[in-house]
């Protein structure tokens, strides 16, 4: 499996970005898609997932303003921006999670930067 995520740039505070990412290969172990982000100096953390039934969670920080949608069966998944905030400036990683196995698949980065 091979992630393709675009859709990163440069926003003001208060507007809105949507991300993509694309998946690529055999996915009939992948049981989860979702979007991780990584501020600097800080660790990686959980931004919003969907699994292969649709349903989806979120980080405390974003729930309420990002949106995850998408079919995994399909092969995308996007994540919706809203009500950007400059805390929310970092690399955006999109994330396969494979099953039996606990692998977890990382595309390449996109950069978020959301400007006051």
């Known amino acids: 499996v091979q992630l393709q995520a675009s859709g990163g740039g440069l926003v003001q505070a208060g507007g809105s970005l949507r991300l993509s990412c694309t998946a690529s290969g055999n996915i009939n172990r992948v049981k989860v898609m979702g979007w991780h982000r990584q501020a600097p100096g800080k660790e990686r953390e959980l931004v919003a997932v969907?699994?292969?039934?649709?349903?989806?969670g979120y980080g405390n920080s974003v729930k309420g303003r990002f949106t995850v949608s998408g079919d995994i069966a399909t092969k995308i998944v996007t994540l919706q921006m809203n009500r950007l905030k400059p805390e929310d400036t970092a690399v955006y990683y999109c994330?396969?999670?494979?099953?039996?196995?606990?692998?977890?698949?990382w595309g390449q980065g996109t950069q978020v930067t959301v400007s006051s």
């Open positions: 969907l699994t292969h039934d649709g349903s989806t």
């Open positions: 994330s396969a999670h494979l099953e039996p196995g606990q692998v977890v698949i």
